[in-house]
């Protein structure tokens, strides 16, 4: 005999067992982990900012905390991440600059030839906190929200900082950003589960990058938007 059940949350029944379109529907029952690999990219926003443009890959994971809980469309689970992305790429715009200095008891100020800063900058990030609700009972699709918290490293001080102008609180030896970056951000996103064990991920992020003053300066990327196609599996 085959039973009438939620369309949204079970696809079939078979000798007494209820077989789900996914596995986050299935949480209260069994709480899934999964693992994957991700590529994102995206630009930067503020007017400042809008000539940044970012790539990176890498490799993500999570773990179902909770059963479902909640009602309606907001019935779902709560799932802590993490994200690692060896290959991290900012391509930002070359400018001039001069480097300044002030001899002791001198109010004389001497600066360099400009030289150009800027470019490509290779780095790697860790994102080893996600917060994410997953909504359950949507079938095939699963749509959620998250924010997240993570730490970049690049190969040069990020993002370049300073001008040609004779001053040294620019351009000189306390003039620079850092390598450390923090990456605070906030975004949503959707699981496609071409088969219970196994989704094609989809995200779009919201990522503020700061030092939080590590360096002498912390020019940072105020906002940029970042979009991610992944893949993952389930167990």
């Not at 078979?14 to 596995?23: D, L, M």
């Not at 773990?63 to 060896?86: D, M």
């Not at 900012?90 to 109010?107: E, I």
């Amino acid at each position: 005999m085959i039973f009438a059940l939620p369309a949204a949350s079970v696809f079939a029944q078979s000798a007494g067992e209820v077989k789900y379109t996914n596995p986050l529907d299935a949480a209260s029952t069994h709480q899934p982990h999964s693992y994957g690999v991700i590529l994102q990219g995206g630009n930067g926003l503020t007017d400042d900012r809008n000539g940044f443009h970012f790539i990176m890959a890498g490799f993500q994971g999570g773990r179902v905390l909770t059963n479902n809980f909640g009602k309606g469309i907001f019935r779902g689970n709560f799932e802590y991440g993490v994200q690692v992305l060896p290959y991290w790429q900012s391509f930002t715009p070359k400018f001039q600059k001069v480097s300044c200095t002030q001899a002791t008891g001198s109010a004389v100020i001497t600066c360099s030839q400009p030289y150009t800063i800027g470019g490509t900058f290779t780095g790697a990030s860790v994102t080893p906190i996600i917060l994410r609700w997953n909504f359950a009972r949507h079938g095939k699709f699963v749509p959620w929200g998250q924010a997240a918290g993570g730490l970049l490293w690049t190969n040069h001080k990020y993002p370049a900082y300073g001008s040609t102008a004779v001053n040294l609180q620019t351009n000189g030896p306390n003039g620079e950003a850092s390598v450390w970056n923090f990456t605070p951000q906030g975004g949503i996103g959707l699981h496609y589960f071409v088969n219970p064990k196994h989704s094609v991920d989809f995200s779009a992020n919201g990522v503020h990058i700061s030092s939080a003053s590590l360096g002498d300066r912390n020019p940072g990327v105020n906002a940029s938007v970042q979009f991610s196609l992944g893949y993952s599996w389930w167990k």
